[in-house]
């Protein structure tokens, strides 16, 4: 069953821009991960953030997670043509096993 | 170098037909997986190896079998191809299972089946 839901599926923005990626999820977690999937391509690890982690930053990205709302966001700071892609958020269920559960994705379009 | 390649990139069969996606990772890595990209871009795992044995079988129809050689390759087998198995196939790889290591995955194999 799926475990993560990112909001929105769609977003358009203008380069120089922010993107912000909402990424919701069910049940409690060890950790949570975002990739990255530009078309046609395999997905691309962004960053990981633990269940004790609040932020997280890398480069101009920065992600936060909010365990008692079960939902993180991912913000890409002044956004380039480049960052067109979908983004996907990846949970664990908490327990020991050790699949990710993939959302559904967030395709990005950053116009130039 | 390329971390993680799988061969073929595109794949066109008929159903009913048997084929095979190979899998090789040059990064040591001991856990592998492969993952399936339906139409929507839904992204399922499908199996998880670590070290040459099976670790996670996710509700996978019999007629995909993985074979892992070694602990660098992962190969997946289906048989008697049906018009659903029609999907992007990733394979991926870690250093070790479990939900705290990042996944490298390869660039996809689109299968068609017709």
């Known amino acids: 069953s799926q475990q993560g839901e990112e909001d929105p599926q769609a977003l358009s923005i203008q380069e120089g821009e922010n993107a912000t990626m909402n990424c919701s999820y069910k049940?409690?977690?060890?950790?949570l991960q975002w990739y990255r999937q530009n078309s046609g391509r395999g997905l691309v690890h962004l960053i990981l953030i633990r269940s004790n982690e609040r932020e997280k930053h890398s480069g101009r990205l920065r992600v936060t997670l909010d365990t008692s709302k079960k939902s993180s966001s991912l913000l890409i700071t002044a956004s380039r043509a480049a960052d067109t892609a979908s983004y996907f958020c990846a949970t664990d269920r908490g327990g020991s096993q050790g699949n990710l559960i993939f959302g559904k994705g967030t395709k990005l379009s950053v116009k130039p | 170098d390329t971390a993680v390649s799988q061969t073929p990139k595109y794949l066109v069969t008929q159903m009913g037909n048997d084929k095979s996606i190979k899998c090789e990772q040059n990064l040591g890595h001991d856990t592998m997986y492969w993952y399936k990209q339906d139409s929507k871009k839904f992204l399922k795992i499908m199996f998880s190896y670590n070290n040459k044995e099976l670790i996670i079988n996710e509700t996978v129809p019999n007629r995909f079998s993985p074979k892992s050689p070694d602990k660098a390759h992962l190969n997946l087998h289906i048989n008697s191809l049906e018009l659903g198995d029609s999907a992007v196939y990733f394979c991926a790889s870690s250093q070790a299972g479990g939900i705290s290591y990042e996944q490298y995955f390869g660039p996809g194999t689109r299968l068609t089946v017709t």
């Open positions: 049940t409690s977690i060890n950790n």
